[in-house]
T-cell receptor, first 113, second 116 residues
Framework: DVKVTQSSRYLVKRTGEKVFLECVQDMDHENMFWYRQDPGLGLRLIYF???????EKGDIPEGYSVSREKKERFSLILESASTNQTSMYLCASRVSGIYNEQFFGPGTRLTVL | AQSVTQLDSQVPVFEEAPVELRCNYSSSVSVYLFWYVQYPNQGLQLLLK??????LVESINGFEAEFNKSQTSFHLRKPSVHISDTAEYFCAVTSISNFGNEKLTFGTGTRLTIIP
């Protein structure tokens, strides 16, 4: 069965902290994605990765960075967390190809105080 | 550039009644279209997709969507809803290109609430 896991379901951090969100997929997928989900705004793409060590900025990359050292793991980094980064973060993966289904993790609800 | 509009943020429907969730897209090139569903406290999962061929596509749980190129729409319908259909539904579009790794653009979502 297809599986995308995220390291935490809920996370509370303080302003200015460095935050790591981890995503692991067990399907040998080439492409991985990080989105944030906010009420009324839907899903917005932060970063995506075509393959290991490759990354592309999405629509809202400011304040975020990513790391993909291994094919199965895609990390989202908030260098200095701010209150406006309080959100639900969703990770997804897929086989390479725009017509292919994206498989999503359950999400991490991050609160920055 | 591509965009997706879901005009209805919330749709309440009585159980066993029909429902239509509207989706309109904008793109200067040909597109692939998707509907994803998010059940409470879960991630998104694919409901159905249009790539080519028949403009009417169906899901395994009774939903269907019709690609209408002239109206740039991909509305989602179900003739009779069930309590278990309560979820948020997202329409998404991607433009066909040579790169093979284009991103999806999601709409803002429609929250479907089924009233017993």
């Amino acid at each position: 069965d297809v599986k995308v896991t995220q390291s935490s379901r809920y996370l509370v951090k303080r302003t200015g902290e460095k935050v790591f969100l981890e995503c692991v997929q067990d399907m040998d997928h080439e492409n991985m994605f990080w989105y944030r989900q906010d009420p009324g705004l839907g899903l917005r793409l932060i970063y995506f990765s075509y393959d290991v060590k490759m990354k592309e900025k999405g629509d809202i990359p400011e304040g975020y960075s990513v790391s993909r050292e291994k094919k199965e793991r895609f990390s989202l980094i908030l260098e200095s967390a701010s209150t406006n980064q309080t959100s639900m973060y969703l990770c997804a993966s897929r086989v390479s190809g725009i017509y292919n289904e994206q498989f999503f993790g359950p999400g991490t609800r991050l609160t920055v105080l | 550039a591509q965009s997706v509009t879901q005009l209805d943020s919330q749709v309440p429907v009585f159980e066993e009644a029909p429902v239509e969730l509207r989706c309109n897209y904008s793109s200067s090139v040909s597109v692939y279209l998707f509907w994803y569903v998010q059940y409470p406290n879960q991630g998104l999962q694919l409901l159905l997709k249009y790539l080519s061929g028949s403009t009417l596509v169906e899901s395994i749980n009774g939903f269907e969507a019709e690609f209408n190129k002239s109206q740039t729409s991909f509305h989602l319908r179900k003739p009779s809803v069930h309590i278990s259909d309560t979820a948020e539904y997202f329409c998404a579009v991607t433009s066909i290109s040579n790169f093979g790794n284009e991103k999806l653009t999601f709409g803002t979502g429609t929250r479907l609430t089924i009233i017993p």
